[in-house]
């Protein structure tokens, strides 16, 4: 159980134009690797049909934070695709909800 004041939790999901298959993604806020995911076909299926992973739940104090995200997986082509992305994430008072939207050059971070 976490507080939901200090609660952070992140999600994935794939834009709805991505043609790449996703094989893994890590996540580290500030410099520590917070969670690492190796996908499944079935869990890359569900995330190509519009569905949205859990990744990440747990705890950070107030204040911003570095959130770096690495994906790595292979283009519609068989070219291997690695991304990553450095983002700013602030955490006020109150739950926060990330969600890292992962295309096959880019990765977009929404705060919810």
């Known amino acids: 159980l976490y507080p ?4 952070i939790a992140v999600f994935v999901a794939l834009d709805s134009a991505a043609t790449f298959r996703l094989d ?3 996540v580290e806020l500030d410099g520590d690797s917070t969670a690492r995911h190796i996908y499944t076909f079935k869990e890359l299926e ?4 519009g569905g949205v992973q859990r990744l ?5 104090t107030m204040g911003d934070h570095e959130m ?6 292979k283009s519609s082509a068989g070219f ?3 991304t ?3 983002f700013k994430v602030h955490k006020s008072v109150g739950p926060k909800i990330v969600e890292i939207v992962l295309a096959p050059q880019s990765i977009d971070l929404k705060e919810l």
Not at 46 to 49: D, E, G, N, S, V
């Open 84 to 86: 990553a992305k450095q």
């Open 56 to 60: 990440y739940t747990g705890n950070i």
């Open 24 to 26: 893994t993604i890590e």
């Open 80 to 82: 291997d695709v690695n």
């Open 4 to 7: 939901s004041d200090t609660q």
């Open 68 to 73: 770096h995200v690495f994906a790595s997986g």
């Open 46 to 49: 569900a995330l190509q049909k």
